[in-house]
């Protein structure tokens, strides 16, 4: 699970030119550290350099070689742990978005209602759900935050709820079950009307026969294509399959996430 990760970040320092000692870029020393698996080294790095948001992922990091080392969790859980650590690193020095201690964030952003419509208009909702059939959920999100009132608000809860899970704040399962309440939100605010009618009976059919199968990635994509709900259980599949892929969550967690989706879809077919 972290060969992976760690193959990668490799690639990603070796690719890189070399720069002379006094030319390297903090992201340049924090990503060959990463691929070193020096995680400790890098996050103090960080925490030398003014990111205070690097300060709890040292905690979290230390809690789980500890509980590691006394045999309180297992080699899956220590390295999922790690893994979260390691990607909230490098959003946290390729993004720019970290608050550092000596340039404190100030919001500047003014009431939405004073300048942002509620609705969106029909070439928006297009726009938006684009994004969000490509599972581009941020650029989607973002994109909704510039045209109304409930999209900003949205994605205001969303980046709230990367950050949490960043820092340990929320479990993985609970960000996901966040995320994916914000994603369906969207979703129902941005999809045409003919979306939301029931699935019809031959619809049905075809779907009970490839849930039988087990065919379910063919079915999500083909119930998808007919009906709105059916296409958020589709981006809920690949949002934890991709998770898993990622070393994010463990092999449990993912068949569990995956199994809830099924019986979901399997109640909204036979209803």
């Not at 979703?187 to 619809?203: D, N, R």
Request: with cysteine; net charge negative; hydrophobic share 35%.
């Amino acid at each position: 699970m972290f060969t992976k990760l760690l193959r990668w970040l490799n690639q990603l320092a070796s690719t890189a030119p070399a720069p002379t000692p006094t030319e390297r870029s903090l992201p340049e020393q924090v990503r060959e550290l990463l691929a070193q698996s020096e995680v400790p080294a890098a996050l103090e790095l960080l925490i030398d350099a003014g990111y205070t948001e690097a300060v709890p992922l040292k905690a979290q990091q230390e809690k789980a070689s500890h509980q590691y080392k006394e045999k309180l969790i297992d080699e899956e859980t220590f390295y999922v742990t790690n893994n979260r650590i390691v990607y909230a690193v490098l959003e946290m020095v390729e993004s720019g978005k970290t608050t550092r201690v000596n340039t404190p964030a100030i919001s500047t952003v003014e009431d939405p209602e004073e300048y942002l419509p509620k609705h969106f208009t029909e070439d928006e909702c297009q726009q938006i759900r684009t994004h969000l059939l490509r599972n581009e959920y941020t650029e989607a999100l973002k994109l909704a935050s510039s045209y109304s009132q409930y999209g900003l608000l949205l994605f205001q809860r969303y980046e709230q709820a990367i950050r949490d899970s960043r820092l340990g704040l929320v479990r993985q399962e609970d960000h996901q079950r966040s995320v994916q309440q914000i994603i369906n939100t969207i979703m129902g605010l941005v999809s045409p009307e003919e979306a939301k009618i029931p699935l019809s009976g031959g619809q049905k059919e075809q779907l009970i026969l490839l849930m039988e199968e087990g065919c379910w990635p063919e079915l999500l994509t083909l119930g998808g294509e007919w009906n709105d709900q059916m296409r958020l259980f589709s981006t809920q599949y690949d949002q934890v399959e991709k998770s898993f892929s990622r070393g994010l969550i463990t092999k449990l967690s993912c068949e569990n996430s995956l199994k809830s989706i099924q019986q979901q879809v399997e109640d909204l077919i036979k209803k």
